[in-house]
């Protein structure tokens, strides 16, 4: 029965997960947050036997290895697959450039630098460490991080991207991550991989300004200069499909090891 650990499934894309996996009676669902909050809905929006909910939080080291003496039993033992989707990104800093962040209030950029590297690089780095000993027991072996199209450096300079600067630094630092990972686990099966889910509409700009959606509608204005095919976000169930038809595909066998793709596929554009 093939396994799957996802973090954050109580919305968004990381609800999607559970509900398409979960579909095949075979595998078994293993999410990882809130466990009362997540329980109650995925009870009314699914109630599947092959879901189940343990109590973690990335950012609680201690949460993240009791978690594994609940999780292994459900697994018996095996883990085949994790997805990291949890993630952060702040109302605060996503909708100016760094400088400007750094002349509004310089301690509360570095307090949301860090809150980005706690949760985005820090935090998924002790998930997987955690957790390889039930990776390694796995037939599938596959790491997957949700990862960013901010994360591309080229992208970011030839666009002029100024937007969301502390989580991409952060995305493009778990990127690297990955790759570390890569190169310490690639000899025993295990495939590490980070894909960004493209342009998905997660509700992130709901709150937002008019000033502030200014500045998504420039910033949307350099994605079609990138990518003249774009024209709206993506809905988180197709950002889910996409996404799962690429875990499937990956192999290290086929070059994909520590690499960074998009939704599309590798060497894809990312929207």
């Not at 095996?78 to 962040?101: E, F, M, P």
Request: hydrophobic fraction near 40%; glycine fraction near 8%.
């Amino acid at each position: 029965m093939p396994s799957y650990l996802i973090t954050g499934v109580s919305r968004g894309i990381g609800f999607g997960f559970p509900r398409q996996i979960s579909e095949d009676p075979n595998n078994v669902v293993v999410g990882l947050r809130d466990k009362t909050a997540t329980d109650k809905k995925v009870l009314v929006e699914l109630n599947r036997p092959n879901i189940h909910i343990v109590q973690a939080d990335l950012t609680d080291y201690e949460s993240l290895k009791k978690s594994v003496d609940i999780v292994a039993p459900i697994i018996n033992g095996s883990l085949d697959h994790i997805i990291a989707n949890a993630g952060y990104i702040s109302k605060w800093s996503q909708y100016s450039g760094i400088g400007v962040l750094g002349e509004m209030d310089p301690k509360r950029l570095e307090e949301d630098m860090l809150e980005c590297f706690k949760i985005n690089v820090i935090g998924n780095i002790h998930l997987f460490n955690i957790y390889m000993p039930l990776i390694l027991e796995g037939h599938a072996k596959k790491v997957i991080t949700l990862s960013s199209g901010h994360a591309d450096n080229e992208l970011a300079r030839g666009f002029k991207l100024l937007l969301s600067a502390p989580y991409a630094v952060s995305k493009a630092a778990m990127n690297a991550a990955a790759v570390k990972f890569h190169a310490q686990y690639a000899d025993q099966g295990v495939l590490f991989l980070n894909i960004c889910p493209g342009f998905v509409d997660t509700g992130m700009y709901d709150d937002a300004t008019e000033e502030q959606m200014k500045a998504v509608t420039g910033q949307g204005a350099a994605f079609r200069k990138y990518s003249p095919s774009f024209s709206a976000t993506t809905t988180p169930e197709e950002a889910v499909a996409k996404i799962l038809a690429q875990i499937h595909l990956a192999s290290l066998e086929t070059g994909y090891g520590g690499d960074f793709i998009s939704h599309r596929g590798k060497g894809e554009k990312w929207l």
